[in-house]
Nanobody, 118 residues
Framework: QVQLVESGGGLVQAGGSLRLSCAASGSIVSIAVMGWYRQAPGKQRELVAFITSGGSTNYADSVKGRFTITISRDNAKNTVYLQMNSLKPEDTAVYYC??????????WGQGTQVTVSS
């Protein structure tokens, strides 16, 4: 089992920055990929960015050049960060941390609201 705890959402003006954090604990050695998804009202959940255990990253086209995903590791937990710069109103959504283990089972955080005002 993997537990995910998110923090860092909030309200920011357009053009501003926020950093989201997600601490993973439990069976962290089984984690193959960690990432962030988001879901805006009335829309489907979409992938924002992910990072593999080998350090490869991938971003949605809509956030390339503005968002950066990184990870830090210690013996007890992994923490994945999403640095979000040049935020736009269309980035407003609930952001969910995700972890996939080596058999691609999904684990989800509780979600954190990001609101970007124009």
């Amino acid at each position: 089992q993997v537990q995910l705890v998110e923090s860092g959402g909030g309200l920011v003006q357009a053009g501003g920055s926020l950093r989201l954090s997600c601490a993973a604990s439990g069976s962290i050695v089984s984690i193959a990929v960690m990432g962030w998804y988001r879901q805006a009202p009335g829309k489907q959940r979409e992938l924002v960015a992910f990072i593999t255990s080998g350090g490869s990253t991938n971003y949605a086209d809509s956030v390339k050049g503005r968002f950066t995903i990184t990870i830090s590791r210690d013996n007890a937990k992994n923490t994945v960060y999403l640095q979000m710069n040049s935020l736009k109103p269309e980035d407003t959504a609930v952001y969910y941390c995700n972890a996939k283990n080596r058999v691609l089972r999904d684990y989800w955080g509780q979600g954190t609201q990001v609101t970007v005002s124009s």
